[in-house]
């Protein structure tokens, strides 16, 4: 299985060392990953950052979120969530009020229409389609290895922040 990474990328010259050809592993594979979900959101007119919006502002409920948990809660980050907002707004997906103890906060919800594509599309069982169809191979305890590593860098990687 080693080298295959080099094959693909027709690299001609070895890695500097095996951490090098992990993390060019990691970001290949997560992009192959990314764009196969992105191909399935596209005849939505939905980003994954939307999508995932989307899906964090319905378990939220009635009560929405802040616009900053909102950013927190991202599986990816977006440096502009501002922007991120404006457009499910503009498609009527999701609203923003000032908050009521607070003005200084704005509240962001999930409208009816945001919801009802959600539903309508079907697009969480199609998304989890979609993993099963990534991760379909591996058993469970494969699975659980690679969360337990996947994990275990993004935890290094916090501690030095």
């Known amino acids: 299985m080693t080298g295959r990474l080099a094959q693909e990328l027709k690299q001609t010259k070895p890695f500097a060392n095996l951490e090098v050809e992990a993390f060019l592993n990691l970001v290949r594979t997560a992009d192959q990953l990314n764009r196969d979900a992105a191909a399935l959101l596209k005849p939505f007119d939905l980003t994954m950052a939307q999508y995932n919006v989307l899906r964090i502002l319905r378990g939220a409920g009635d009560d929405g979120l802040p616009c900053g948990e909102i950013g927190a809660r991202m599986v990816t980050h977006d440096p502009d969530i501002t922007r991120l907002l404006d457009r499910l707004e503009k498609r009527g997906l999701t609203t923003r ?3 009521k103890d607070d003005r200084r906060v704005v509240i962001v919800r999930i409208t009816t ?5 959600l539903a309508r599309s079907d697009l969480d069982n199609a998304i989890l389609g979609v ?3 990534h991760f379909g191979h591996l058993d469970k305890p494969q699975l659980k290895h690679l969360i337990d590593l996947l994990e275990s ?3 290094r990687l916090s501690a030095k922040s």
């Open 97 to 99: 009020a000032r908050a």
């Open 113 to 117: 229409a945001g919801t009802a594509l």
């Open 131 to 133: 993993h099963r169809r």
């Open 153 to 155: 860098v993004r935890e």
